[in-house]
Structures are given as structure tokens and as C-alpha cells.
């Protein structure tokens, strides 16, 4: 209304006004041409003389005026706020399909053992894999200071909404799933000052530095490179940026581990027992314009207490199934009957180095690795496997049974683009990358179903990237993982249970994967 009191002295003015101009206008001339009609009433009216008096019209009142004429006032201020209100708004998307094909040599994937208690060996192999994946992206900016960035995201077979029974919260969205859409990522930005941001929600830790060479797109799509994180997770961010060329950045994540028993929600308040996993992070950022585009980030986190998770295991007596009910129905898993407080703690330091278009040649190169050190304790998640189903302890952390706890990570890899085509020259590009045996990742499966970066061992890749168009461009892979020791946070300590091997035995696996990705941006 302060809008209005400003405007109504001016409306008021122009009533005033109106009849004064009007009255100063010159009378129209005659018309140039004669009317060739007779001036005689109209058949289908009756004449002047019959015809009842027309009733007196409304005088219309100046504040008449004045009212109208805020009332389409209002109206257009209130289109305008409206269109500057989706201003903004801002709306963008993904389409994309996936064709893969696999061949699997290594464990089987039921986890059945043999009479000496060792890995079924098997191959296996799936000739056609249809997927396809839609992210929905926005971002919203209600003040210069206030920004709100979410995506949702659907990633399904083609025919199947069937799941992974036990997924990770880690990987919500980055595992096949229904046609549902959920949250990838929601978080809210508050530019507190021009140097300083602080971050809560689900941030983007998925897609960094360097998959943007991979997925043909011109700037990474999270701040934190895959050296240290590929994954889906809530965190508290704060960002200060040090000058046009650098920017620290810290993090926050603290994971609950609700009750599982709480059938009803009676008791969300409470938690398992388990106190949080918390996870304290930084990295500081270097950018700089050196015959290309150098780009340099070193990075820290701190695991202080690693909590143990809820993880099922195969039943060494799987129950009777007489239904052939599908895992985990079949009563063919564990879960644990005693978790400890923490099995330990992990501490790791990293870095990325990216440098694109050297010398305006198109080629891009990236180098990073990580080492980390990890310090388990004596004790592990037990399980009902005594004879009379007593808890024996059994999954400890990576290493609690290896005199070595330091782990090492390097992730090495090159993209060209060809000399011709142009804004459509075809991209070739190679990558590789190495985990040690007691290596821990934070990363998750990508569109293509595997997880190279959390491999203990090597894996390798090749790909040749052809745009169609700016919006539409089509991939063409060829990967092989070899892995050499079995993966996850947790293993079997052979302190426990020698029979299995340690917490990352060593094992003859290796995956080959054919894949044909064709994206659409809109």
C-alpha cells in the first residue's frame, strides 16, 4: 500500500486534468464524402417518435476514476512481482540412456562357500543392460544472499523397479531403483558476506573434479573432487573465499543411526544406542590461467570414532525355505546381535591436479591420490554364529588384523579433443586408478553400475565422446576392474574367524563392461 499512497497524488492529478485536456483539442472535421443513405428510420427500428426514453446513465464521480485506475495499477504491480518472483526461479534437466554389457569372473554373488570354507568361484555375464536416468535441476534465489539448489532424480531399468534390498544412503539415487524421483541433492546457501557461505543439507558431493572430462561438461558438478568423496550426503559446509583465485572450505557430517525397533514412531527421539558417525573435512582450492586452465585442491577428513553399521551377512545355516522366497525373505542373512560403541578411527589426506586445453592443443590432463591411516581397535560387530547361537564377534575395521593401517589411492587420467568438428570434434579419453588392499572409499556406483574408485586393485578405461549437438552428445566405453582384495569399511577379522581370510581378503575378481550412454541436457 506504500506503493499505492505514492501514486494515488499523481492518478488524482491526471483525473484533474483529463477534462481540461480533452476540452483542448481541436472538434473533428465534417466528413469529406456525403452519405448517399436516406435519412428515414430503419425498418427493423421503430421511429424517433415511438420510441421510449433511454434511461439516465450513472455520472460517473472523479474518485470513480481514481479507483479504476489503481485497481489496474495493482494488477500490473502485481504481475510484476510475479514475473520477477520466477525470474527467480531457475529450472534445468537431464535425460540419459544407458545399454551396457557385462562379463563377471569372481565370487559368486550369493556369497556361497565351499566345504573349506572359501569364495565359490563363477562366471557370470548379462549381454544387454537397458537404464535410463532423469535429474530435474533447481535453484532458487529469493534474496542476493539467499540461494536454495536441489535435484531430483529417477534411475531405473527399463521393466524393473526392483531394488537393491539394503540400499546406502550414500547412494539413494546412483542404484536402480522404481520410477519414483527423490532427492539427490537440497541445500541452502547463505552468502553471509562476498567471502564468506554457509551450507546445510544435502550437498553436492557427486559427480566433482574430475568426471566432468568423462560426462562432457565444462565445469564440475560438486566442489569436492572424487579423489575424496563421489557420493550422496548431508553435511554442514562453511566456504571463505580468499581472493579471486582460491577458497577454503570445511564440512560437517554427522550420520544417526535411528532404532529399528520403533515400529510405530513412538520413540523418533531416541537412537539405537550407536552415537553418531561424525566426519570433520576441509579443502582449500587454487585456480590459475597457465598456458590452460590449472586447477589444484588438497583436501582432509577425520573419522574420530567409526561407528559400526547394521550390515547383514549370508547365514552359514540358512533357514528352510519352502516358498522360495527371495533374499531377504528366504531367511538367508544375519544381522548383527551386538554392535560396539567404535571400531577405531581414519584420517585421510588427498589431492587433485587438473590442467585443460594445454597450450589451446584440446588436451586435458588430471593426476590425484589420497593416503589415509587408519587406527582399529580389538573389537567387531558380532553375529549369531556360535552353536547354540551365541554372538561371536566377527566384522572389525579395514586392517584391525594387518600390521600395515596406511592406505594409498591414485587416480590418473588424460581427455583429447580431435582438430575437427569443432563445437562436434569428437573426445577420446583414458583413465586409471589404483586402491590399496585396506583402502576406505566414499564413493558409489555410477550410471554404468560399477564402482571403479572404490576398487582395491586397478581398473582402467577408455571412452570416445561424440556431440551431436550443444544439448546432445552420445558415449561409447570400455572398462575392466581387476580386484584384488574384497572391499567395504568392515571385513571379517581373522583375529575372529581365520577361515575367512582377514578383513580384506584377497580375491580373483574382474569385471569388463561395454557401455553406450546417450545424454540430453534441456
Do not use: C
Not at 381 to 403: K, M, R, T
Amino acid at each position: 500500500m506504500k506503493m499505492f499512497s505514492r501514486v494515488l497524488p499523481a492518478a488524482v492529478l491526471a483525473v484533474a486534468l483529463a477534462p481540461r485536456a480533452a476540452s483542448a483539442q481541436p472538434a473533428p472535421a465534417p466528413s469529406a464524402q456525403p452519405s448517399l443513405a436516406p435519412a428515414q428510420p430503419s425498418p427493423a427500428q421503430p421511429s424517433s417518435d415511438e420510441s421510449p426514453a433511454a434511461p439516465p446513465q450513472p455520472v460517473r464521480k472523479p474518485e470513480d476514476d481514481v479507483h479504476e485506475r489503481l485497481r489496474q495499477l495493482e494488477q500490473r504491480v502485481d504481475e510484476s512481482e510475479k514475473s520477477a518472483a520466477l525470474d527467480r526461479i531457475q529450472w534445468g534437466g537431464e535425460y540419459r540412456t544407458i545399454i551396457s554389457a557385462f562379463k563377471y569372473h569372481g565370487p559368486s554373488p550369493d556369497g556361497a562357500r565351499g566345504a573349506d570354507g572359501q569364495p565359490i568361484i563363477v562366471d557370470r555375464s548379462n549381454p544387454e543392460q537397458w537404464l535410463h536416468r532423469v535429474r530435474l535441476n533447481l535453484r532458487a534465489e529469493p534474496l542476493e544472499n539467499l540461494r536454495f539448489t536441489a535435484r531430483l532424480t529417477m534411475f531405473k531399468r527399463f521393466g524393473s523397479n526392483t531394488a537393491t534390498p539394503f540400499p546406502q544412503d550414500s547412494s539413494e539415487t546412483r542404484i536402480p531403483r522404481d520410477n519414483g524421483v527423490r532427492f539427490e541433492r537440497a541445500w541452502l546457501e547463505w552468502f553471509v558476506t562476498p567471502w564468506l557461505a554457509l551450507s546445510v543439507g544435502r550437498i553436492s558431493y557427486t559427480d566433482g573434479a574430475p568426471s566432468e572430462l568423462r560426462e562432457n561438461r565444462k565445469q564440475p558438478d560438486a566442489t569436492w573432487g572424487q579423489q575424496m568423496v563421489d557420493g550422496e550426503y548431508d553435511t554442514a559446509d562453511v566456504t571463505v573465499r580468499l581472493g579471486e583465485h582460491a577458497l577454503v572450505r570445511g564440512f560437517y557430517a554427522s550420520w544417526a543411526f535411528p532404532r529399528q525397533d520403533d515400529l510405530f514412531s513412538n520413540f523418533l527421539f531416541l537412537n539405537s544406542g550407536t552415537d553418531n558417525l561424525r566426519i570433520l573435512g576441509t579443502n582449500v582450492d587454487f585456480k590459475a590461467d597457465a598456458a590452460g586452465k590449472l586447477f589444484l585442491q588438497l583436501g582432509a577428513y577425520h573419522v574420530p570414532e567409526f561407528r559400526p553399521f547394521s550390515v547383514p551377512i549370508p547365514s552359514p545355516r540358512p533357514a528352510p525355505n519352502p516358498t522360495n522366497a527371495p533374499a531377504p525373505f528366504n531367511g538367508g542373512y544375519l544381522f548383527p546381535s551386538s554392535l560396539p560403541d567404535s571400531l577405531g578411527s581414519y584420517t585421510n589426506l588427498s589431492f587433485l591436479l587438473t590442467w585443460k586445453d594445454i597450450g589451446a592443443a584440446g588436451l586435458d590432463l588430471f593426476a590425484s591420490g589420497a593416503v589415509g591411516f587408519l587406527n582399529p581397535n580389538d573389537k567387531g560387530i558380532a553375529y549369531p554364529l556360535g552353536p547354540n547361537g551365541e554372538a561371536v564377534p566377527l566384522l572389525a575395521l579395514a586392517s584391525a588384523d594387518a600390521d600395515e593401517h596406511t592406505t594409498f589411492f591414485a587416480f590418473t587420467g588424460m581427455r583429447y579433443t580431435l582438430p575437427f568438428g569443432e563445437a562436434v570434434a569428437p573426445k577420446l579419453g583414458f583413465e586409471f586408478n589404483h586402491g590399496s588392499r585396506y583402502m576406505i572409499s566414499f564413493t558409489s556406483p555410477t550410471s554404468n553400475l560399477t564402482n571403479k574408485l572404490g576398487n582395491r586393485g586397478e581398473a582402467y578405461e577408455g571412452y570416445i565422446i561424440q556431440p551431436i549437438n550443444e544439448r546432445l552428445f552420445m558415449r561409447f566405453s570400455y572398462s575392466y576392474i581387476d580386484t584384488r582384495y574384497s572391499g567395504g569399511f568392515f571385513g571379517p577379522s581373522a583375529k575372529f574367524v581365520p577361515a575367512f581370510g582377514g578383513t580384506a581378503p584377497a580375491v580373483d575378481q574382474h569385471l569388463h563392461t561395454l557401455s553406450l550412454v546417450l545424454n540430453a541436457t534441456f
